[in-house]
Every structure is written in structure tokens, then in C-alpha cells.
């Protein structure tokens, strides 16, 4: 006798799946269904109609369950790393986790640590960054941007013994401060802080000397200290959306500099060798800021500045095809703060 076919729905959270199914499969098959569906595994599926979890071993007809039936599904999208991902992790060396709604390191990733140099947990639940996080000894790169990570949650003994790491990503989390370890990771050539709290960096960041790009957008910082002088690395800073009223004169030390943001701020003016100084910058925005026209053309070294950045302005708009005659549209899709039109001493920006 064939087997007949029934329609049901299963609710989770805020969706509604529609299932076929025969009446005479298993709860336990009816899970395997659902797993591409919802990303939730067998093991932490919960299946309940009317007030009673479903037994795997039963059927959906001995569990009463009819045409038209629903069923709730409780469980959490959690992260299963069957063979082949970890095998696949070992091979590439890289494990990327991102958006796998996690609130934890999975143990599964501890085993592969000694062997990774790209881990990717960002834009999960994760709370806490234990100390045998120092287990990733040829750890490259570390991406942990859109977590709830706090001061207190993160083992910095253990993240600072990471001595051949070079990318650090710790953007969008709830952090208040930076601890003076973080001048421990001398490798360190990108590190990214934005969307947090932090109200200073540590002057201990004067040792990263190989570093080539900072970000710290959208925090509370007022100062930054004279140290970064010694961060001669650096080729793209963006230090927009914070409190900054001025930039210590140490900063004219970035000789590599190529790209500085530092738009939204309460800037008034920039360190006076600047441009001089800093004989590659070619991208510089000051929007928002209290530094005009004017005042630029006060600093030595702007001549040479502002030729750089047409010609650069120029090759990225040959690069995504804007005409001439489409000025305006190109300093919006260049982010260029400086049309090349002549002002009359309103602000820079």
C-alpha cells in the first residue's frame, strides 16, 4: 500500500515552514527535513504539538499528527562541524564562522587552532574570548567586528601572546578602553576598533610599529596620544566621527601616509607639516570640521597635495568610468570633500 502524503506547518520563531511529508515517516525524518531549512541540527530540535514534544521514534500518524497539522520547532541555529568542514579548515588553514549565530567558540574549532591563520567569528553573540585563544600560534588574522565582546570579556593575555598576528578586527562591540598589552603585537599591520566606546588609545599603540591601517571611527576619543609618531608604518588612518579638537604634531611622522579621515570632528586646524611631511596623503577628508578653504592654503606643502589629489581623483573616476562633465556626481561617488572648482573661503567640506 503506498504511503500517503500529509501537509503541515512548522512554526519557528518567526517563520512558517510548509512541509510534505509521508504519514508514516518518523518524527526523527521529519528533523532531517528541517535541517536545510532552519540550520538547526536534529539533536537540538525540539518538535511540539499540542503541549507535547514528538518521540523520534514515532510516526507522524501514531503521534496523531493530521493533514493540516502545526507544529512548533523549538531550537537554536547553532554551529555543527561535521568532518569535512574541520578537514576543509586544516587544508585551507582558515576557519570563517561569520553570521553563524553563535554565542560561543565552538570546542570543534580548538583542536584545529595550532594549524589556522584566518579566524572569522565576526557578527555573532560571542561574550567572551578565552585565554587559550593563545593556542592559535600561527594565527594571522582575527576577525571579531559585531560581537558582544566587552573589556572584561576578552582574555588580552591570551590575544596578545598571538605575536605573528597581523590583522586585528574588533569594530561594533562594547569596548571602553584598549589595555597598554595591546603595544605587545608588534606584527600587527591592520587593527580596527571602530563603533565601540573607547574614549583613548593607549600610548603603548607607539609600538606598533609595522602598522599600515588604524581605524577607530565613531568613538569617543578627544586626543590621540604623541606616540603614534613612532607608527611610521601607516598608510590609511580614519578617525572620523569622534572629539577630536587637534592631532599631535608627532603625527606629521607617518611618512607612507596615503589616506586620512578625519571628517566629523571638531577640528580647527591641521599640524603644520602635515603636508610636507606626509609627502604621499592624496586622500584627506574634512568634512564636518571647522578647517576651511583658507586655512588649507595656509600650510606649505597644500600645492603639492592638491596636485596629488586631482591626479588621484582623476584615475578613480577614469577607474569607474565618470564623465567630466559629471563633477558633482563624482565627488559624491569619490567621497572628494574638494571639488575642483575655486571656492570662496566657506568651509572645506
Given at each position: ?123 555573532n553573540s560571542i561574550q567572551q574570548v578565552p585565554h587559550r585563544i593563545d593556542c592559535f600560534i600561527e594565527l594571522r588574522e582575527l576577525y571579531l567586528s559585531g560581537n558582544d565582546l566587552s573589556d572584561e570579556s576578552i582574555s588580552w593575555r591570551g590575544l596578545t601572546s598571538l605575536k605573528l598576528l597581523q590583522v586585528l578586527c574588533l569594530a561594533l562591540n562594547c569596548l571602553n578602553t584598549l589595555p597598554p598589552t595591546l603595544g605587545l603585537l608588534t606584527s600587527l599591520q591592520r587593527l580596527d576598533v571602530g563603533h565601540n566606546n573607547l574614549t583613548a588609545l593607549p600610548i603603548e599603540i607607539g609600538n606598533l610599529t609595522e602598522l599600515e591601517d588604524l581605524d577607530v571611527n565613531n568613538n569617543w576619543i578627544s586626543s590621540i596620544p604623541a ?123
Open positions: 500500500m503506498e504511503e500517503s502524503n500529509i501537509n503541515i506547518t512548522v512554526k519557528f520563531i518567526t517563520e512558517s515552514i510548509p512541509i510534505t511529508a509521508s504519514h508514516d515517516s518518523t518524527v526523527q525524518r521529519l528533523k532531517s527535513i528541517l535541517v536545510p531549512l532552519t540550520s538547526v541540527h536534529p539533536v537540538d530540535q525540539k518538535l511540539i504539538f499540542k503541549g507535547r514534544i514528538l518521540d523520534n521514534e514515532k510516526s507522524l500518524r501514531e503521534s496523531e499528527i493530521s493533514n493540516g497539522a502545526k507544529i512548533m520547532l523549538v531550537g537554536t541555529k547553532d554551529f555543527r562541524a561535521d568532518k569535512g568542514r574541520i578537514i576543509l579548515w586544516k587544508y585551507t588553514k582558515r576557519i570563517d564562522l561569520a553570521a553563524e549565530n553563535l554565542k560561543d567558540i565552538p570546542e570543534k574549532v580548538w583542536p584545529c587552532a595550532p594549524f589556522i591563520r584566518t579566524l572569522n567569528i565576526g557578527y606616540s603614534i609618531g613612532n607608527c611610521t608604518s601607516l598608510i590609511k588612518v580614519n578617525l572620523s566621527s569622534n572629539y577630536l579638537s587637534e592631532l599631535p604634531d608627532e603625527f606629521c611622522r607617518s611618512h607612507n601616509l596615503k589616506a586620512l579621515d578625519i571628517s566629523d570632528n571638531a577640528m580647527k586646524s591641521l599640524p603644520n607639516s602635515l603636508f610636507k611631511m606626509c609627502d604621499q596623503l592624496s586622500n584627506l577628508d574634512l568634512r564636518n570640521t571647522e578647517i576651511t578653504r583658507d586655512t588649507l592654503l595656509q600650510y606649505e606643502g597644500w600645492e603639492d597635495f592638491d596636485e596629488r589629489r586631482r591626479a588621484e581623483r582623476q584615475r578613480r573616476r577614469e577607474e569607474i568610468f565618470i564623465p567630466a562633465e559629471f563633477d558633482e556626481l563624482a565627488d559624491i561617488i569619490l567621497s572628494d570633500p574638494y571639488p575642483d572648482t575655486d571656492t570662496d573661503g566657506s568651509s572645506a567640506s
